[in-house]
């Protein structure tokens, strides 16, 4: 435990579900304790702490049903003409040709995650103007399993100009709070 969660209880069978709920906590902290408890480790931040507070609770706890999931066969190399196939994942390949189009800048935002999973048939060329077009969007709200990012936006629309190491240290006093 590093110094600036030195307060935050540790996680553990011993906590209430209540005592776990008011902290934040990482996912890689989630799957640790998931896997240390023979709890299901699948699926995302929100689903393996509502198992953990289940299993804190003494409710049974069930995790998904495991269904097989076929890999999508992906090209070596991507063109604007490129149809997008079923079940594409974002590897490595897909990220560069992407930042070939919009520059080192570019980063895979939910709007284009969403167009790649249900853009079956669908060009590159096309995916990127839907990237193109979401940047311009006004701001989107935050989904909520994503605090770390909701709390950065938060702290700078409140502190303009404000330096990423203030916004860090902030983010760090917040987390090493229970939240009400």
């Excluded at 579900?17 to 304790?33: G, N, Q, V």
């Excluded at 393996?48 to 049903?65: F, M, T, W, Y």
């Excluded at 079923?86 to 590897?91: F, K």
Aim: glycine share 6%; proline share 6%.
């Amino acid at each position: 435990m590093n110094e600036r969660s030195a307060h935050r209880p540790e996680l553990s069978h011993t906590l209430s579900a209540d005592t776990f709920r008011r902290w934040y906590w990482l996912k890689s902290e989630l799957l640790a304790f998931c896997r240390q408890h023979g709890l299901p480790a699948s699926g995302g931040k929100e689903a393996l702490a509502q198992r953990i507070a289940s299993h804190l609770e003494a409710v049974p706890v069930h995790g998904p049903a495991v269904v097989g999931v076929k890999r999508a066969v992906m090209p070596d190399h991507f063109l604007a003409t490129t149809i997008i196939g079923s079940g594409w994942r974002y590897t490595q390949a897909l990220r560069s040709y992407f930042e070939s189009v919009h520059g080192p800048s570019f980063r895979f935002n939910e709007a284009l995650r969403m167009f790649i999973a249900q853009g079956e048939g669908r060009t590159l060329a096309e995916a990127s103007d839907h990237y193109r077009n979401s940047l311009l969007q006004a701001k989107r709200p935050i989904p909520r399993q994503f605090e770390y990012n909701r709390h950065m936006r938060a702290f700078y629309e409140a502190n303009p100009g404000a330096s990423r190491e203030q916004a860090l240290e902030s983010w760090w006093a917040r987390r090493a709070k229970p939240q009400a």
